[in-house]
């Protein structure tokens, strides 16, 4: 049974940067499809970003695309998310994933589930 920890959320000012990791636990991280989704207040849970599992192929959504970058290290079980030039908008409590696919992780319908990360971007 695979494990999902995140950590590095907190509160940060527009403009600042953040990153968040994903300790993962109890599976083949280095087989696994990994990503990002977020969920704000009152809204559908998005995809943020993902990553194949020998990290060539990355995916962002368009609203993080040259401001957020998805990158993982195998030899420690661990995916980052590096955020620059947070912006309000970007509020929200953030997941990570894993499964045996990319399009499983795009797509939402991910095996594993991390329970979440706040990250606030203060104006």
């Not at 998310?81 to 994933?97: G, H, I, R, W």
Request: some cysteine.
């Amino acid at each position: 049974q695979v494990q999902l920890v995140e950590s590095g959320g907190g509160l940060v000012q527009a403009g600042g940067s953040l990153r968040l990791s994903c300790a993962a636990s109890g599976g083949t991280f280095g087989r696994s499809a990994m990503g990002w989704f977020r969920q704000a207040p009152g809204k559908d849970r998005e995809f943020v970003a993902a990553i194949s599992w020998g990290g060539r192929s990355t995916y962002y959504a368009e609203s993080v695309k040259g401001r957020f970058t998805i990158s993982r290290d195998n030899a420690k079980d661990t995916m980052y998310l590096q955020m620059n030039s947070l912006k309000p908008e970007d509020t929200a409590v953030y997941y990570c994933t894993a499964s045996s696919s990319l399009a499983e992780v795009k797509g939402e319908a991910s095996n594993y589930w991390g329970q979440g990360t706040q990250v606030t971007v203060s104006s």
